[in-house]
């Protein structure tokens, strides 16, 4: 009798079922909205050494995006803009419009920011503006439009 050779059995596991995308954060609706320069629309804001100029980001994004454009009053006083502090926010990003910005980050150190210049500040990351041109002016686009800002003393 001739030997039968055992057909080598192979277990193929069962298939995957794809992954599932948690389902998408519904996002409030958008609404056009522009803003033109005008001196007229710095105001007082976040800092007492700087005037805002809002984007009208907010209202156009149902709360979900503020966007202004800050102008640091001079001359810089160390005293008074170096307390660290850090925001609670979900994003952060500033970009140098005109002038300079000197600022330290915990873990990161110091840096200067020159006209051109684009930093992302993660959520909750210590730091302190340690110095400011004369002109400085920079655009900060910041998630959720409302946060809060803790500020940690000298």
């Known amino acids: 009798m001739a030997k039968v050779k055992k057909k080598a059995s192979r277990k193929i596991p069962p298939r995957r079922k794809p992954k599932t995308k948690p389902p998408a954060k519904k996002r409030p609706k958008h609404k056009f909205t522009f803003s033109h320069h005008r001196e007229a629309d710095f105001d ?3 800092r007492t050494y ?18 202004h454009v800050i102008r640091f009053i001079p001359p810089c006083r160390p005293e008074e803009v170096s ?17 300079w910005i000197k600022s330290e980050f915990e873990g990161q150190g110091t840096h200067i920011f020159s ?10 990351i210590k730091h302190s503006v340690l110095g400011y041109s004369d002109d400085c002016e920079v655009l900060e686009i910041v998630l959720p439009a409302e946060f809060e800002t803790v500020m940690l003393g000298k």
């Open 83 to 99: 307390i660290p502090h850090y925001h609670d926010v979900d994003f952060q990003m500033i970009y140098v419009l005109k002038g």
């Open 115 to 124: 006209a051109g210049s684009c930093w992302i500040q993660p959520p909750k």
């Open 50 to 67: 700087a005037k805002y100029r809002d984007l009208g980001t907010a209202p156009a994004t149902g709360g979900m995006v503020q966007a």
């Open 44 to 46: 007082q804001g976040l």
